[in-house]
């Protein structure tokens, strides 16, 4: 593949993924210069040699901005001007991409593309599913941005179980890599995308590029795009369209950040007080009228019943992010927080509108356990717990763990500890019990493992932790004897 070869199949996406020949999805032409806000011209004269490319632009609210401040009747902060040309790729960038078969998509291409739409976008819609299958249609995977379409495949190719998953999402992810370092990629919403895309594949605990890297490149870029800020005015150069896709994206990140620092034990690295959104409407998110190789991919019920879910798991991600910036709860706080959360017994009548169901509420009871020790109830914590294990359960009697998502595994933990807590009782009904269910979460972590590194690292934790707390108790009685 040469260069042009390459800029030609970035900027096929970008031409792809458009509603009108003149305007895509994330990026909008240029006012013509007689028509500009003195704002505009101002921003763009940052750029020293501008091209017929057109990039967005946040300007903050301080700093640099208050020159713009000074103008007077500045009302939004986002801007798209013309911005710098696309930059040669090195030939031996090049030769080292096409190497590593960063040009060469597998043979399941089209399968992947499939599990992609039907089991990652309904619980992650990251991209805007409209616009992106309008181009497919169009191009093929030819118009599609490569380091976009390797990151989804990093994640969509967990749900088939023909192929050798670990392995396939590996190699997957280490092209999306390659690309996102040596590409020059200068699309920030495809960069965005590919991140918290990537930041779903966990190989060990040693690689220093993972889950937390990935969000944190996202959550960098998002910022500089000032995904965090609303557009405040009817800016002509902000399309109706591309406002949705922006704030989709960004509450993927804030639902990425508040999940992995819970799991992980770590901050929070998104400020809620820095973000200026409201509510997410309905019309952000469409899973209406998708179609994908001459099919529709949901039925009208499906995609009514995404868009509660998806509004549902925006609720509880901020739910949890309050109950870890307050640390303790009074009761009224933790009943009114509970409320928000609101877990509703659904009947769902399709398999994958029992996906996405089983995807929220297991993060809504990990949030309801969060919630129940920052307010010392144990016996909220414990149904809790016993729900979630209800799920997995589920997950193993229908045979199904295979549609788990990527993020089950660390959810699951708040309600695996909540038993391992139990084991350590002076009660040996209650000692049983908790290892009862904890053998239940090692067939769940046993039947994921050939997907998922994090489940088997996960089980031998748990079994280490198993056997710290037997042989506590035996020291325990054996002092006692004494």
Not at 29 to 36: G, N
Not at 168 to 192: G, M, T
Request: net charge neutral; aromatic share 10%; glycine share 4%.
């Amino acid at each position: 593949m040469s260069h042009s070869q390459f800029s030609g199949r970035k900027r096929a996406w970008r031409s792809t993924s458009t509603c009108s020949d003149n305007h895509r999805d994330h990026v909008i032409p240029a006012l013509p210069p007689s028509l500009r806000p003195d704002s505009v011209e101002i921003v763009a004269a940052a750029i020293l040699e501008p091209s017929s490319r057109i990039a967005p632009i946040f300007i903050g609210e301080s700093g640099y901005s208050d020159i713009l401040d000074a103008t007077g009747g500045l009302i939004d902060r986002h801007f798209h001007v013309p911005a710098t040309a696309e930059q040669a790729l090195a030939a031996e960038d090049l030769e080292y991409l096409k190497a590593k078969g960063c040009f060469t998509l597998p043979a399941e291409s089209k399968q992947l593309l499939e599990a992609y739409f039907l089991f990652v976008h309904p619980t992650f819609p990251v991209v805007d599913g409209s616009l992106f299958l309008q181009g497919y249609a169009v191009s093929g995977l030819e118009g599609i941005n490569l380091l976009l379409l390797w990151s989804m495949f990093s994640v969509s190719a967990s749900y088939i179980p023909t192929l050798p998953r670990k392995a396939c999402k590996e190699a997957y992810a280490n092209r999306a890599k390659l690309l996102f370092d040596l590409s020059q990629e200068n699309d920030k919403i495809v960069l965005v995308q590919s991140a918290l895309l990537l930041s779903f594949w966990f190989a060990d605990t040693e690689d220093v590029k993972q889950s937390w890297y990935w969000t944190g490149v996202a959550f960098s870029i998002a910022q500089t795009l000032g995904l965090h800020h609303e557009v405040r005015s009817a800016n002509a150069q902000v399309t109706v369209q591309q406002r949705s896709l922006w704030r989709n994206i960004w509450h993927c990140c804030m639902i990425r950040d508040v999940w992995l620092a819970f799991s992980m034990g770590r901050p929070l690295r998104i400020e809620a007080s820095d973000c200026y959104y409201s509510v997410s409407e309905e019309t952000d998110c469409q899973f209406t009228k998708l179609t994908l190789h001459d099919k529709k991919l949901y039925s009208l019920k499906e995609a009514a019943g995404f868009v509660s879910m998806w509004q549902s798991l925006i609720t509880t991600s901020n739910v949890l992010r309050d109950i870890m910036t307050n640390k303790t709860l009074s009761p009224w706080q933790a009943e009114f927080f509970e409320g928000r959360i609101n877990v509703q017994d659904t009947s769902s009548s399709t398999f994958l509108l029992t996906h996405v169901n089983r995807h929220l509420k297991l993060h809504q009871y990990a949030a309801i356990i969060a919630l129940a020790r920052a307010s010392g109830l144990e016996e909220v914590s414990g149904k809790a717990a016993d729900s979630t294990t209800a799920i997995m359960q589920a997950f193993l009697y229908d045979n199904t763990t295979v549609y788990a998502a990527p993020v089950t595994v660390p959810l699951v933990i708040p309600a695996m500890v909540t038993y391992l807590t139990t084991t350590n009782s002076k009660r040996p009904e209650a000692r049983k019990l908790g290892n009862d269910k904890l053998n239940l979460y090692i067939r769940f972590f046993t039947a994921m493992e050939d997907n998922y590194p994090a489940a088997s690292i996960l089980k031998r934790v748990l079994a280490a932790a198993q056997d710290a707390i037997t042989g506590k108790r035996r020291v325990r009685r054996d002092e006692e004897k004494v």
